[in-house]
């Protein structure tokens, strides 16, 4: 059975209302006999006014309109549109001078002011809190809110998350030395002209890249991977007229066997091309020991000694990694001698005097700048 209704005739309109006098919450519960009357075939129940239907009220009451001259005028426009809506916008452009809607009080904040600053701050002290941890921190001091409210105003307040940037770990010390070197070659001018950059690194046996593509609704491909892959290890070096010979080798480098890649790769390049020069290397130990210093007083090898702790001020740093991404990209060795000979390919093939002297550039351009802007911390190069 449906409710009682009562239809109370007004202006040529008739508005329903149970027998208690309160509105239908569900019009949908009156039945199909009942005839609702309405001169221009709208609902009881306009839909909200538009801000631009406000703004063409607040125009028509200027040139002195009255409602039902305002409602006319809307209509030919094609604006739907109430008189009791056109009567209480213009009353309010009365009052408060705008047909704007006023700010509602809404919901009471869970977090006051004091609330928010105590997120930020607790996030400044230690940007890997969780959501979780501040909530607790949050109820010592009589504030109880859920974690997913934490959530949300810590993302109001300016914090994502992203994945962890590593850089080089530099200590006070060598922070000082690496400001002193780079301020130096700025003042000098510096070119590099005659530096030979040396180091060494290790290349793993891999052959898929490290990302990928798939489709949305599909799921991920599994590519096998060893649990120990093989490695080799590779010593080079490179200038602005080209790049030394590479030796490619197996297990660790001691003093003894650094001193013999350098007789049959770098002492043959500073002969042919850079007699003038200057040996740029890192400051690992057999690099530094008395065998390899006298090495190269033998062999008349110019050491010219940088800051530790700086690999963002070594080109061939650069140099590596577009190996490694040659490598797992372009060759996918299967097998040790696969690796072996992509590395060759690559270092016969890609290593020109023009792209060396372009990693140079870039270390000379914008790490070296970047180290004085940070005061020698480290930088993103």
Request: aromatic share 8%; charged share 30%; with cysteine.
């Amino acid at each position: 059975m449906f409710p009682t209704v009562v239809l109370v005739p007004a202006r040529n309109c008739y508005y329903c209302y149970h027998s208690n006098a309160s509105r239908i919450r569900n019009r949908q519960q009156i039945p199909h006999s009942f005839a609702f009357k309405h001169t221009n075939s709208e609902l009881a129940i306009m839909p909200k006014v538009s801000n631009y239907t406000r703004t063409r009220i607040e125009v028509l009451d200027k040139q002195g309109l009255p409602p039902v001259a305002i409602l006319r005028s809307l209509k030919n426009e094609g604006l739907a549109v109430s008189l009791a809506s056109v009567t209480r916008i213009v009353k309010k452009l009365r009052i408060t001078g705008s047909v704007a809607n006023l700010p509602r009080s809404g919901r009471p904040k869970k977090l006051s002011e004091e609330g928010k600053a105590f997120i930020d701050q607790q996030m400044e002290k230690n940007d890997e809190m969780t959501s979780g941890q501040i909530q607790k921190k949050l109820e010592r001091y009589g504030i109880s809110v859920c974690s997913s409210t934490v959530r949300r105003m810590r993302k109001k307040l300016g914090w994502t998350l992203q994945k962890t940037a590593y850089c080089q770990l530099i200590r006070a010390p060598n922070k000082v030395k690496r400001l002193e070197y780079a301020r130096r070659v700025l003042e000098s001018g510096d070119t590099f002209d005659n530096v030979i950059f040396t180091d060494e690194c290790s290349v793993s046996l891999q052959q898929y890249r490290r990302t990928c593509y798939r489709k949305i609704n599909e799921p991920m491909k599994r590519k096998p991977k060893p649990k120990h892959p093989v490695k080799v290890h590779v010593w080079g070096g490179i200038s602005r007229h080209g790049a030394t010979k590479i030796c490619i080798f197996d297990g660790i480098m001691d003093a003894v066997l650094f001193c013999n890649i350098l007789e049959t790769t770098l002492v043959p390049f500073v002969r042919e091309k850079l007699p003038d020069h200057r040996l740029m290397q890192d400051n690992d130990p057999k690099h530094t020991s008395n065998r390899a210093k006298t090495f190269f007083e033998e062999k008349g090898i110019n050491w010219w000694k940088t800051p530790a702790e700086s690999p963002d001020l070594n080109p061939i740093e650069n140099l590596w990694h577009e190996l490694k991404f040659f490598l797992e990209s372009k060759v996918k060795p299967r097998n040790k001698q696969e690796l072996v000979d992509g590395i060759k390919k690559f270092w016969s093939r890609k290593v020109t005097p023009e792209k060396c002297a372009k990693y140079i550039d870039h270390v000379l351009h914008k790490a070296v700048p970047a180290v004085v802007e940070a005061e020698g911390a480290a930088t993103k190069y």
